[in-house]
């Protein structure tokens, strides 16, 4: 097994959860696997109607650190007002909708999460020639969700949880008030259970309708599974001076990835 790290950071996130064409486009909190794994088969050229592909991502196990949370926004999306109803938005039926489509779309704002994919290491190695050299370009959820970069910080993490909490920086928009701070507090996301004597408060469960199981527009279809939250208190320096953040990224995916 072998793992890849990537920081998923940006002006805005978007990470659907429930809704699809709606009017309202939620964001869960966190980056979903759906998303992931989306992200993953753009890179590798596979099409949404491939359904058949998916089966490549199954093994994978992801862990999220949250560095920054983000902050909730609504843009309120307005498509095809004033226009001539055969130029409006079409509808499933083949005609034109006739009028502006409105939809409030959320997003994350100013958010930093850190991602660790864990899997067979010939799955590990194609998934980072993949993100090197993408086909169809990674985004943050939604295509205009461009992210930072670095975005591939390891390419074969041999113990990824140990990387997330000792080495891997950490982003933060406030450094510790004091200077006898020596941990932060982060949370966590694991696709399993907290192994005994790990580092951190007790852990509560979420369940996330997210496994893709079809991405073909005509039948997108999703299956469920647990998530496992924890708070661990993590190294101060992982945070360091903010205006060595950037630096400190650069060498730190330069050594890895």
């Known amino acids: 097994m072998s793992a890849l790290i990537l920081r998923l950071a940006g002006p805005l996130q978007s990470w659907g959860e429930r809704s699809a064409f709606a009017p309202v486009r939620d964001t869960a909190p966190f980056p979903t696997r759906s998303a992931l794994t989306g992200m993953f088969a753009a890179a590798e050229g596979i099409s949404r109607d491939d359904t058949g592909a998916l089966h490549r991502y199954r093994p994978l196990q992801f862990t999220v650190r949250i560095d920054r949370p983000g902050v909730p926004l609504i843009d309120y999306h307005t498509a095809g007002g004033g226009r001539p109803t055969s130029r409006t938005a079409a509808t499933s039926g083949g005609s034109n909708k006739g009028a502006a489509v409105i939809t409030r ?19 590990i190695d194609r998934l980072a020639r993949a ?17 930072d970069e670095p975005l591939l910080l390891h390419a074969r993490a041999a113990d ?10 950490l982003s ?29 408060a007790e852990a509560d469960t979420v369940s996330v309708n997210d496994i893709p199981l079809s991405f073909s527009p005509q039948a997108r279809a999703y299956g469920s599974r647990t998530l496992h939250r924890t708070t661990e208190q993590l190294p101060a320096a992982l945070a360091g001076p903010q ?4 630096p400190r990224l650069i060498d ?3 050594d890895h990835a």
Request: aromatic fraction near 8%; proline fraction near 15%; glycine fraction near 6%.
């Open 252 to 254: 730190y995916a330069r």
């Open 105 to 123: 779309r959320h997003y994350l704002a100013d958010a930093v999460f850190v991602v660790a994919v864990s899997g067979p290491e010939p799955t």
């Open 160 to 169: 990824p949880e140990t990387e997330l909490r000792t080495r891997v920086p």
């Open 131 to 147: 993100l090197r050299r993408p086909c169809w370009a990674p985004y943050l959820g939604r295509r205009s969700c461009v992210p």
């Open 243 to 246: 205006h060595t953040l950037l």
């Open 172 to 200: 933060r928009t406030r450094q510790p008030t004091s200077s006898g701070t020596t941990t932060l507090a982060v949370p966590f996301l694991y696709e399993h259970p907290p192994t005994d004597g790990q580092p951190g």
